[in-house]
Each structure stands twice: as C-alpha cells, then as structure tokens.
C-alpha cells in the first residue's frame, strides 16, 4: 500500500512565524504535490514537483516555497505565515497511474 | 475556462437509501475523470477513475457514470451506510496537462440512522 506521511495533523502559528509542513512518501514514486483546501474553494494546488531539486508553480504558489532535497521528502515552507493561510494542506502523489494518493492533511491555524 | 461544478452541495438521507450526486464539466479535451471521498479531517481517498472512453465504473455500492456527449457524470451510491457521510469530490484531468487536475468543489453527504 502506498503510504503518505504528513507531519503534523495539527499546528497553530503566529503571523509573522517561519512555518514547516513536510510530506513523506515510502515508494519511490517522483511525482508530489501540495495543495490547500477550504471550504467553498475546493483544493486547489500550490506546488509540485517531479523529481528531486525540481520544482514547478501551481495555481496559488503566492506566499509558499518548497523544498525536496531528496525524493521521498517534500516540504511546503511558509516563510511568513499570515492569518488568510489558515487552511487544510493536502501532501499527494502520483504513481502516474491517473490517481492521486493522499496524505492525512496538516491542519494549519496561523492567529 | 476548464470548471468543475458539483451538485447539490450537500445532501442528507436516511441509512439504507440510495442517491446520486452530479458533476459538471466544462474540461475539453480531457484524458480521465475521478472521484474520490474524503472523510471528516483525512485526505481523500480514490472511489473510481473512468477514461474518456468509459461510460460506467463500480466500486461495491459506488457506481459512477460518465456522458462525455453532455460532460456530466454522477456518482450513485446504493444501500448507503452511516459511514457513507463524507465529502464526495469530483476531479478531472485534462489532456496533456500533468499536474494541474481541475477539482469540483464537493458534496457533503450526511447519512442519518
């Protein structure tokens, strides 16, 4: 079974604070996503990447960064977190089978 | 623009009965369209994928079925259980566009006993 680890299921952040979200897969699959999710908007994708050291914009990349210096690790990085990040992010990948895998979702309060 | 719009967007029924949810797409061309349910705080899970090509796909008592002619599909669940309540999200993906699926917004679905 594929398996998707998300760090922290819960975190509460001052504004202003440096926040990680970091996402681990246990197959050797290259292709990971973030995306956020709030009620009304559905998800919605931040970043993703397909491979190690690469990177590539989603639809909402304003305000977020990321990191996967190694393949089974990618990170989602809130350089300033500010109140309107308060949402529900979503790590997934994709075995290029059409179907995405999700983690359990990191749900992020930024006060 | 490529949408996907999901109705109704939310919906209860009584344990034991059937229902049916519906999704709308303006993605043209597209290569498969997805649903997937997501319980209360976890991640979503996938129920079906159907191709272009396809009209029907079975999951135990999820069926959903596709129109390509019309663009809508819909996702019927029979029997449901109490642990049917969930969101039920449709997704598509569009041809030659890796990585940028269009999601519909969900349908949360209750089911009292």
């Known amino acids: 079974d594929v398996k998707v680890t998300q760090s922290s299921r819960y975190l509460v952040k001052r504004t202003g604070e440096k926040v990680f979200l970091e996402c681990v897969q246990d197959m050797d699959h290259e292709n990971m996503f973030w995306y956020r999710q709030d009620p009304g908007l559905g998800l919605r994708l931040i970043y993703f990447?397909?491979?190690?050291?690469?990177?590539e914009k989603g639809d909402i990349p304003e305000g977020y960064s990321v990191s996967r210096e190694k393949k089974e690790r990618f990170s989602l990085i809130l350089e300033s977190a500010s109140t309107n990040q308060t949402s529900m992010y979503l790590c997934a990948i994709d075995r290029n089978t059409g179907e995405l895998f999700f983690g359990e979702g990191s749900r992020l309060t930024v006060l | 623009k490529n949408q996907v719009e999901q109705s109704p967007q939310s919906l209860i029924i009584l344990e034991g009965k059937n229902c049916t949810l519906q999704?709308?797409?303006?993605?043209?061309?597209?290569?498969?369209l997805r649903w997937y349910k997501q319980d209360t705080g976890r991640g979503p899970v996938s129920l079906t994928i159907m191709t272009f090509s396809e009209n029907t796909k079975s999951n135990g008592r999820y069926t959903a079925t596709l129109d390509a002619d019309t663009k809508q599909s819909s996702l019927h669940i029979t029997a449901s259980q109490l642990s049917d309540s969930a969101s039920y999200i449709c997704v598509v993906t569009p041809s030659g566009n890796t990585g940028k699926l269009i999601f519909g917004q969900g349908t949360t679905l209750q089911v009292k006993p």
């Open positions: 990447s397909y491979d190690v050291k690469m990177k």
């Open positions: 999704c709308n797409y303006t993605v043209s061309p597209f290569s498969n």
